[in-house]
């Protein structure tokens, strides 16, 4: 097993034989209220290295927009410098959050080709964009709420990112080693009723596949009320899970994002890393949040023997809050930040696979009693 299979949990498949093929994630684009800023904070908390900028300086009037990357996780922050720029008002709406998931695709045609006669929504058609650098192709399709995926042929392009950027590194010395190497996963939050539509959504027009976890009635209904599934493209490099709120006793964690981001959009990020341990200890020195984990979750005798062995003695988990989650495969650590900006929206996951294909099912009871009580203090539950 390669160190990248290990670490996003790559399996085998063959590209030709798939009508969507996906090389991977491309960028995660935000917007946000202050790129600037929010671009500091990722370099300076997240270790991520500026290499790219487009801006007034260099001819955007509209927006300034930071590319920043750790190991082969690329995410692009975009912050209006105008207030007629169509950011504002997607800003105004949403506040920070991610607005584009990025694909790479080896064939743009191809893809939207077989998008559009399944049923999708183009947002934008295919179309070159060159520079010195080479030539780029790109289109969009749109996902749930104003969410969008465009994909990129980058195969013909050697430039920094995109038209239009150019190559800028920051003052910040960089982190070595990286917080974290690559984007695991993505997820959706999508409105009651709808996540059957998007999965569905995703086999059809993009050709993914689901995964074994779900998340159903059984978990759903006594704790946080929400359900969940998770589609992954061929080789499983890019999976989104997608949830919905249920009934429950209480009002679901959903809801409070849906009602808070104003409609569906990405939950959260997770981060592969491969050493968890490390990687929090350094968040945490740069004041990153997490939510806190109770303690009877490593003092519980089922719990506990759950969790098994692992590679690291079990108080060295507890003390950072880290849980544990574990199939027929192997397992994995998980733990999860606070929302990043001031919204009760958008939060980061860190994940250290070794093994396990899962995104951590077995948690989610003992984690939606955390985040909870977090609802509770905020008083939206
Ligand atoms: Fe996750």
């Known amino acids: 097993m390669t160190i990248e299979q290990q670490l996003v949990g790559l399996i085998e498949h063959d590209d030709s034989v798939d009508p969507f ?14 790129a600037t800023q929010s671009a500091h904070f990722l370099q300076s908390a997240f270790g991520m290295r500026l290499e790219a900028y487009s801006g007034p300086e260099t001819g955007n009037r509209d927006h300034k927009s930071f590319v920043l990357r750790s190991g082969a996780a690329r995410f692009v922050i975009k912050g209006a410098v105008v207030p007629d720029s169509a950011l504002v008002a997607h800003h105004d709406r949403h506040g920070d959050g991610v607005v584009d998931i990025a694909l790479e695709v080896p064939d743009v045609d191809r893809c939207i080709a077989w998008a559009r006669t399944h049923g999708a929504t183009i947002l ?25 995926h465009t994909l ?30 690559a984007i695991d996963h993505v997820v959706g939050n999508v409105e009651q009723g709808m996540m059957d539509r998007w999965v569905e959504f995703y086999r059809g027009v993009m050709g993914f596949t689901n995964m074994a976890e779900f998340v159903g ?9 929400l359900m969940s599934k998770v589609v992954a493209n061929g080789n499983h490099r890019v999976k989104f899970p997608l949830n919905e709120p249920a009934v429950g006793r209480k009002r679901s964690q959903i ?7 104003r409609g ?3 939950q959260h990020i997770a981060l592969a890393t491969g050493d968890i341990l490390a990687t929090v200890d350094a ?36 003390r ?13 650590l998980q733990i999860f930040t606070r929302p990043i900006a001031d919204r009760p929206t958008v939060f980061f996951e860190l994940i250290e696979r070794h093994g396990s294909l899962g995104f951590g099912k077995g948690n989610f009871k003992a984690l939606f009693q955390a985040i909870e009580r977090e609802q509770a203090a905020r008083g939206n539950l």
């Not at 780029?136 to 749109?142: I, Q, W």
């Not at 009635?217 to 009320?225: K, L, N, Q």
């Not at 809801?255 to 981001?261: N, V």
């Open 255 to 261: 809801d409070e994002y849906l009602e808070f981001y």
């Open 320 to 332: 950072r809050g880290i849980l544990v989650d574990r199939d027929e495969d192997g397992y994995l």
């Open 264 to 266: 569906p959009g990405v």
């Open 124 to 148: 934008t058609e295919p179309h070159d964009e060159s520079d010195e650098f080479g030539t780029v192709r790109s289109a969009a399709l749109a996902t749930y709420g104003e969410t969008r």
């Open 217 to 225: 009635d059984d978990i759903a209904t006594e704790y946080s009320a």
């Open 283 to 318: 968040l945490r020195a740069e004041g990153v949040e997490f939510l806190p984990t109770p303690h009877t979750y490593y003092e519980d005798a089922e719990l506990r023997a759950r969790i098994g062995h692992v590679r690291v003695p079990v108080a060295e988990l507890q």
């Open 21 to 34: 093929p996906v090389i991977g994630w491309d960028a995660l684009v935000w917007v946000v209220g202050n």
């Open 152 to 181: 990129v042929d980058r195969g013909g392009y050697a430039g920094p990112y995109l038209p239009g950027y150019v190559a800028r590194t920051s003052t910040r010395v960089p982190r070595a080693p990286r917080l974290f190497q």
